[in-house]
T-cell receptor
Framework: GDSVTQTEGQVTVSESKSLIINCTYS????????LFWYVRYPGEGLQLLLK?????QKGSSRGFEATYNKEATSFHLQKASVQESDSAVYYC????????????FGSGTRLLVSP | GPKVLQIPSHQIIDMGQMVTLNCDPV?????FYWYKQILGQQMEFLVN????????KSKLFKDQFSVERPDGSYFTLKIQPTALEDSAVYFC????????????FGEGSKLTVL
């Protein structure tokens, strides 16, 4: 079945430094899936950060970027300069038709930005 | 932005009892979902629901689980009877369209089965 693999556990980055959280996926549909990054800030519900539905395209939001790389089946999340307010748990996810659209999530990566 | 509300936020019950988790989805959304996340593990799909019917369910959606949304009220997940392995955080989500996969999530209902 479909699966998403992302950087495990916790990542600690100093404020103003760059960030990359790796994500690779495996999708079983004939076409290709929609790809997402979701984020859960402390005390809040999971919310969409960015999405890309076309291979080769880049999505961006709040300074974060991710490029849909169909050849590498990757969708890494990057930010050039992180802030303390970016501390959260980030989930890579995909959706595709499987008798109904289902969203499959990675295990989540906790980002801790230190001052 | 649009909000999905879940009630209760935390419930503790004895094994074998019944529990109902309630979800108030975004008002104009048509597709509803439940996900389960055991502490320290991945968030996993349980079921999706549209037009009064279960569209798809995973292996985690045991016979003891049921979902419904009577008359456009809460979208509910009922577990009867509960088992120890049902202890988890259950997340409800809703979406307007099916073909984008963009979901709006609640903050979760933490279920502890003793």
């Amino acid at each position: 079945g479909d699966s998403v693999t992302q950087t495990e556990g916790q990542v600690t980055v100093s404020e103003s430094k760059s960030l990359i959280i790796n994500c690779t996926y495996s999708a079983t549909s004939i076409g290709y899936p929609n790809l997402f990054w979701y984020v859960r800030y402390p005390g809040e519900g999971l919310q969409l950060l960015l999405k890309v539905i076309t291979a080769g395209q880049k999505g961006s939001s709040r300074g974060f970027e991710a490029t849909y790389n169909k050849e590498a089946t990757s969708f890494h999340l990057q930010k050039a300069s992180v802030q303390e307010s970016d501390s959260a748990v980030y989930y890579c996810a995909l959706s595709e038709w499987a008798g109904g659209y289902k969203v499959v999530f990675g295990s989540g990566t906790r980002l801790l930005v230190s001052p | 932005g649009p909000k999905v509300l879940q009630i209760p936020s935390h419930q503790i019950i004895d094994m074998g009892q019944m529990v109902t988790l309630n979800c108030d989805p975004v008002s104009n959304h048509l597709y509803f979902y439940w996900y389960k996340q055991i502490l320290g593990q991945q968030m996993e799909f349980l079921v999706n629901f549209y037009n009064g019917k279960v569209m798809e369910k995973s292996k985690l959606f045991k016979d003891q689980f049921s979902v419904e949304r009577p008359d456009g009220s809460y979208f509910t997940l009922k577990i009867q009877p509960t088992a120890l392995e049902d202890s988890a955080v259950y997340f409800c989500a809703s979406s307007l369209e099916q073909n984008t996969g963009q979901l709006y999530f609640g903050e979760g209902s933490k279920l502890t089965v003793l």
